[in-house]
């Protein structure tokens, strides 16, 4: 077979193959041998039947197989032609006649080439990963308030910050012409609320802090004036509220959190605690390292991309977009091309690809693999994620020509993993 190579640009190809009669004359046989063989005719035997009839009723099939065994065989021709081909783009100009030879025009999408920079180009800057005491100390103080419960206060407790209560409240405010949501601020009973500082009526935390149940008390409250209630917005608002039910905040006891947490001393409980934040802020700071080496790696990259392959990308991340942009350009597709929207897909595509295609690239000249159990685990994730059966998920996969992909990226986050401890610097 013979080929010719025209370089479009610098990842894409024309591959123009041809064959001789003699190199497809066995495809051609092979193919009537099988439709011959396999085809039931009404009068006739299994195998008898004349392929003049064979033909008239079977003709789209037989030409759609031959034209795919074919195209197998000229493709042999570009896998002489030594090139690193990402992606068929199209198949054109097809001609195949028995005792004639076949030949096509094929357009490829071809891996792109670059050098490697040294892995120093695209060092971060560590972050501290230690965890100070005051840090455990304050986790404890989280866990001890989420632990905490309320209690039914006694003659001598006094309202204070996070108490639950109930008020009762009237105003000089005049409810006429005031909407339904205005009308909640002009008075009410047994109006359930917390001592906060956002407190509904701006200034209540500070009017209500240290008064004991049945205690009145007076007091002006101004809104802001960007406050959510226009009506009230920017106004001054003279209250009297009485303190009708409180229930104190009763945070945990130490007892109470060794006893939640199945441990034998509050020391144990801060080791815990010490141990959890640490892990958590160094899975974080992996994370961050991870997204600054994206970043920097696309800030790096600027060799060309295979077109076809960049064109999913971006539809993919069109697709995935909540503005549903595919929809709203569906009968525009000019008009999406030239949005911001698509700007945006192309230049997340773009810096994803260049990572991902950089990152295996590293992982070829370093000989990173994925094991058999890497390769389980990151299937039961994405089976997980997507709620999908595992093996339907493999199929899917496989029928959608997306297994590749799916262990190319598999393996450059693998090698992401490994240029953490490398690219990350004091």
């Known amino acids: 077979m ?12 024309n591959v123009t193959v041809e064959a001789t009669a003699e190199e497809i004359d066995p495809i051609f046989k092979s193919v009537r041998a099988s439709f011959t063989k396999q085809v039931k005719l009404p ?3 299994p195998g008898k039947a004349p392929w003049a009839a064979i033909e008239k009723q079977y003709g789209d099939a037989i030409k759609e197989e031959t034209a795919k065994q074919v195209t197998r065989k000229l493709m042999d021709a570009v896998q002489e032609a030594k090139l690193k081909v990402a992606t068929v783009v199209t198949i054109e100009d097809y001609k195949a006649e028995p005792g004639a030879g ?5 357009v490829l999408d071809l891996e792109p080439e670059f050098d490697l920079p040294e892995v120093s180009t695209w060092n971060v800057k560590k972050m501290e990963t230690e965890i100070s005491d005051d840090e455990v100390t304050a986790k404890i103080a989280e866990v001890r308030q989420m632990m905490s419960t309320f209690a039914e206060a006694t003659a001598d407790d006094v309202a204070s910050e996070e108490d639950i209560l109930a008020i009762d409240f009237t105003s000089d405010l005049n409810p006429e012409g005031l909407s339904d949501a205005a009308k909640r601020y002009v008075s009410d009973t047994n109006y359930w609320t917390q001592i906060r500082e956002d407190a509904f009526i701006p200034g209540l935390k500070a009017a209500l802090t240290g008064k004991k149940l049945g205690e ?3 007091f002006a409250s101004t809104f802001p004036e960007d406050y959510a209630i226009p009506e009230v917005a920017g106004k001054t608002v003279n209250y009297k509220v009485t303190l009708s039910t409180l229930r104190k905040l009763k945070p945990a006891t130490d007892e109470e959190l060794v006893s939640r947490h199945e441990v034998k001393s509050m020391d144990e409980l ?3 605690a010490k141990k959890f934040l640490g892990d958590t802020k160094k899975a974080q700071e992996a994370a961050r390292v991870k997204a600054e080496i994206n970043n920097a790696i696309a800030a790096w990259a600027t060799f060309e991309l295979p ?9 993919d991340v069109l697709a995935t977009d909540n503005t549903k942009p595919l929809e709203t350009f569906k009968n525009d597709h000019e008009g999406l091309l030239k949005s911001d929207v698509y700007a945006n897909a192309k230049k997340q595509a773009t810096d994803r690809l260049h990572v991902t295609y950089t990152l295996e690239k590293l992982a070829d000249a370093r000989e990173v693999k994925l094991s058999n159990e890497e390769f389980e685990g990151a299937l039961d994730r994405l089976a997980s994620h997507v709620g999908m059966d595992k093996k339907k998920l493999v199929q899917r996969l496989l029928d959608n020509g997306r297994m590749n992909d799916f262990l190319s990226q598999e393996r450059s986050d693998k090698m992401l993993s490994l240029l953490v401890d490398e690219c990350a610097v004091l």
């Open 102 to 106: 076949a030949s096509a025009k094929i």
């Open 307 to 315: 077109e076809r392959i960049l064109d999913e990308r971006i539809y």
């Open 270 to 272: 801060r080791d815990m």
């Open 216 to 218: 009145t008390v007076e």
């Open 43 to 45: 009068g006739f035997r």
């Open 2 to 13: 013979k080929n010719d190579v025209q370089k479009i640009s610098a990842c894409r190809a």
